[in-house]
């Protein structure tokens, strides 16, 4: 009996190739024992902040469900903006294995600059603005330039702008004082939200985007021979970005206030498209321009990357740079959120929880391995554990405890993980 060449192209064990569901079935498997292998090789990346967060989720709503309702929902975006804010910028300083101690009185110091130019001097918004994150990118440049090229220890120098910037918030303000900040945009990043339409409009943005990017990678890669993410891995995330994109624009989108005849409370918080927009432009930055490419060589091997032609001091001050200009972007959330600017803008913890956020989500200490997204993860675990703390009626030294006992776990799992990749050679 003779076959027909449709039945032989459709039977794909006929001839000994595989099918179609097969190929699919056999690279999701390899993906996965890949994946796998360099978890055991200690490259866990997020992975630990991933089921922490999801963990203390679940025990918070569990001893209280108003840790679920939508409106502590939404106050979880507003509370960690300004945490995740300043770790994105630290994520830059970490990938060289420095540190910057300064920058949430950066943030102080750009917040009172903004709110005296406002309030004070009666500048326009956008020249009160640059002049907020100008102050930013002039100390970044100052910190940036003792450290690279005068070879000072970041340790130090920062450490000295802590105390210096510190000051400054206490002279621009006044011991004692408060300005308020009265701009109705300025405000309206912390305390308005998206119409509902414009939520859904969002989650478009973001699917469509995700979904975009990841084409756009794998076309890349195979056009360059190298090997890409199988399709079933990539469609799997970004089905779970659509979900996860939907579910909270759908959460946002409920009413939250408690008398809706005086006031109606729903829609995405405006603060959310601005921290993904900055999640979005820093993700492109270090994932996908020569200038990325150069932070993660220099944080790897710093003298390798000055003998491939690397301007290491250049990329040192650089990350400086991005690092107190969005600690002085993260101050304008502040000053948004209080309303006002006061002697302590920037002190009590926030920069303890700038740095824990970084870390805890995935960034080394040692340099050389981080994302953007770390900064987003490990600030909502900060997030969730002061918020669902504060629910429980704990008192704000458990939370210190709490948090920085998180901390100590997550750096130890950094250092376990760098002595495994070490003796594994991944």
Same mark, same amino acid.
């Given at each position: 009996?003779?076959? *027909?060449?449709?039945?032989?192209?459709?039977?794909? @064990?006929?001839?000994?190739?595989?099918?179609?569901?097969?190929?699919?079935?056999?690279?999701?498997?390899?993906?996965?024992?890949?994946?796998?292998?360099?978890?055991?090789?200690?490259?866990?990346? *997020?992975?630990?902040?991933?089921? !922490?967060?999801? =963990?203390?989720?679940?025990?918070?709503?569990?001893?209280?469900?108003?840790?679920?309702?939508? @409106?502590?929902?939404?106050?979880?975006?507003?509370?960690?903006? =300004?945490?995740?804010?300043?770790?994105?910028?630290?994520?830059?300083?970490?990938?060289?294995?420095?540190?910057?101690?300064?920058?949430?009185?950066?943030?102080?110091?750009?917040?009172?600059?903004?709110?005296?130019?406002?309030?004070?001097? #009666?500048?326009?918004?956008?020249?009160?603005?640059?002049?907020?994150?100008?102050? @930013?990118?002039?100390? #970044?440049?100052?910190?940036?330039?003792?450290?690279?090229?005068?070879?000072?220890?970041?340790?130090?120098?920062?450490?000295?702008?802590?105390?210096?910037?510190?000051?400054?918030?206490?002279?621009?303000? #006044?011991? @004692?004082?408060?300005?308020? $900040?009265?701009?109705?945009?300025?405000?309206?990043?912390?305390?308005?939200?998206?119409?509902?339409?414009?939520?859904?409009?969002?989650?478009?943005? $973001?699917?469509?985007?995700?979904?975009?990017?990841?084409?756009?990678?794998?076309?890349?890669?195979?056009?360059?021979?190298?090997?890409?993410?199988?399709?079933?891995?990539?469609?799997?995330?970004?089905?779970?970005?659509?979900?996860?994109?939907?579910?909270?624009?759908?959460?946002?989108?409920?009413?939250?206030?408690?008398?809706?005849?005086?006031?109606?409370?729903? #829609? =995405?918080?405006?603060?959310?498209?601005?921290?993904?927009?900055?999640?979005?432009?820093?993700?492109?930055?270090?994932?996908?321009?020569?200038?990325?490419?150069?932070?993660?060589?220099?944080?790897?091997?710093?003298?390798?990357?000055?003998?491939?032609?690397?301007?290491?001091?250049?990329?040192?001050?650089?990350?400086?740079?991005?690092?107190?200009?969005?600690?002085?972007?993260?101050?304008?959330?502040?000053?948004?959120?209080?309303?006002?600017?006061?002697?302590?803008?920037?002190?009590?913890?926030?920069?303890?929880?700038?740095? !824990?956020?970084?870390?805890?989500?995935?960034?080394?200490?040692?340099?050389?391995?981080?994302?953007?997204?770390?900064?987003?993860? !490990?600030?909502? $675990?900060?997030?969730?554990?002061?918020?669902?703390?504060?629910?429980?009626?704990?008192?704000?030294?458990?939370?210190?405890?709490?948090?920085?006992?998180?901390?100590?776990?997550?750096? !130890?799992?950094?250092?376990?993980?760098?002595?495994?990749?070490?003796?594994?050679?991944?």
């Amino acid at each position: 009996m003779t076959i *027909s060449p449709a039945k032989t192209a459709s039977s794909g @064990g006929s001839t000994g190739e595989p099918g179609a569901a097969e190929r699919v079935g056999r690279d999701l498997a390899a993906h996965l024992r890949a994946y796998g292998a360099r978890v055991r090789g200690g490259d866990m990346g *997020s992975l630990p902040a991933v089921l !922490g967060l999801i =963990v203390l989720c679940a025990v918070f709503g569990a001893l209280r469900p108003a840790f679920l309702t939508a @409106g502590n929902f939404a106050n979880l975006f507003t509370q960690g903006a =300004v945490i995740t804010t300043i770790a994105m910028g630290l994520v830059f300083v970490l990938l060289l294995g420095e540190i910057d101690l300064s920058a949430g009185f950066v943030s102080g110091v750009a917040g009172a600059v903004l709110a005296v130019t406002l309030t004070q001097h #009666g500048w326009p918004l956008t020249a009160a603005l640059a002049a907020a994150l100008g102050t @930013g990118a002039v100390i #970044g440049l100052v910190l940036g330039t003792l450290v690279a090229r005068v070879g000072i220890p970041s340790f130090v120098v920062t450490l000295g702008g802590f105390l210096a910037f510190q000051g400054v918030v206490l002279i621009i303000i #006044g011991q @004692g004082g408060n300005i308020p $900040v009265t701009n109705e945009a300025v405000l309206a990043i912390q305390n308005k939200n998206l119409a509902p339409a414009l939520g859904w409009v969002l989650f478009a943005l $973001v699917a469509g985007g995700y979904a975009a990017t990841k084409a756009l990678t794998a076309r890349s890669r195979r056009r360059k021979g190298l090997e890409s993410e199988p399709f079933a891995v990539a469609a799997a995330k970004v089905a779970g970005v659509v979900v996860i994109a939907a579910s909270a624009v759908a959460v946002l989108n409920q009413e939250r206030s408690r008398n809706i005849l005086v006031v109606s409370l729903k #829609g =995405v918080p405006i603060v959310v498209p601005v921290l993904l927009a900055l999640l979005a432009l820093w993700t492109f930055v270090l994932g996908y321009t020569r200038y990325g490419l150069h932070i993660y060589a220099v944080g790897g091997n710093a003298e390798a990357a000055r003998r491939a032609g690397i301007k290491v001091a250049r990329i040192r001050t650089s990350v400086f740079v991005i690092g107190s200009t969005m600690a002085a972007l993260a101050g304008v959330f502040a000053a948004s959120r209080a309303n006002s600017v006061d002697p302590n803008a920037g002190g009590s913890n926030t920069l303890l929880y700038a740095v !824990g956020a970084a870390v805890i989500g995935g960034t080394s200490l040692f340099g050389g391995r981080g994302r953007i997204i770390d900064a987003v993860i !490990g600030g909502a $675990v900060v997030a969730v554990i002061d918020n669902g703390m504060g629910l429980l009626g704990y008192s704000s030294g458990v939370k210190f405890v709490v948090t920085g006992l998180v901390l100590v776990v997550a750096a !130890g799992v950094d250092a376990l993980s760098r002595r495994r990749s070490a003796a594994t050679g991944l």
